[in-house]
């Protein structure tokens, strides 16, 4: 059943804004660079408590990614011959497929700063993308029990996070107007006869150059970021 949406509580975020780096790569990244990318960071944060915290907005070649001990049962494939390559990886969750026209974000963020819970975090996520739909004149839904965002019973957004000493990686990722044909050969998310939508089956013609604005202001709102220059700029 939809869950109603609401503004979470402010003190699920730090009482002032936290500097952050916003990395928005123009071209799709193999998943397994912008993984290592996201490692190192979360390296430098456990190392520098005063570190600027990173995130990254972007989108992947076609891939499949596998959470801790996701079950192979949700993949209709040959392991050993994916349609696309496939990464295990260490995020909570089950299988997920990423594919140009998704926006990918992964945010590298101290929790501590804010309030140290993933089950909140979680939360916070969901209310970014619920905050970047109203915007888009769009009513997200949670589902009871379950993670991830829904649009009128389809799963628009999928989320999956990892943790190391309340510093996160992983993130969400919103369907705007990819192909969906690759979700047919998994179980996205492990969840039997729920289907897959996309933005523009609501709004025809919506790009991800529209969206991805949306969501950068929505994450500043939801974890009281602003927003620095990156290394070199």
Not at 142 to 165: M, P, S, Y
């Amino acid at each position: 059943m939809p869950v109603v949406n609401s503004k979470l509580d402010p003190v699920s975020a730090s009482a002032h804004p936290e500097g952050a780096i916003c990395f928005q790569p123009p071209d799709p990244v193999p998943f397994e660079i912008a993984w290592a990318d996201q490692r190192r960071w979360q390296e430098r944060l456990m190392a520098d408590v005063t570190a600027p915290e990173a995130v990254w907005i972007l989108q992947h070649p076609p891939c499949y990614t596998l959470g801790r001990g996701a079950s192979l049962d949700h993949l209709h494939f040959d392991v050993a011959q994916p349609p696309h390559p496939l990464h295990h990886i260490d995020r909570g969750g089950e299988v997920t497929h990423h594919v140009p026209g998704q926006i990918v974000v992964y945010p590298v963020l101290d929790l501590q700063r804010r309030t140290p819970d993933l089950h909140v975090h979680l939360r916070v996520l969901e209310q970014v993308l619920i905050d970047v739909l109203a915007e888009l004149g769009l009513c997200g839904e949670r589902q009871a029990g379950l993670t991830g965002l829904w649009l009128d019973g389809r799963k628009v957004g999928a989320i999956g996070i990892g943790c190391r000493r309340w510093i996160t990686q992983h993130g969400l990722s919103l369907n705007v107007d990819c192909d969906l044909s690759g979700f047919s050969a998994i179980t996205a998310c492990g969840l039997e006869g729920r289907e897959v939508g996309r933005l523009s089956e609501w709004i025809p013609g919506l790009t991800t150059d529209q969206v991805q604005p949306l969501i950068l202001n929505a994450l500043a709102d939801q974890f009281r970021l602003f927003w620095q220059e990156s290394p070199g700029s």
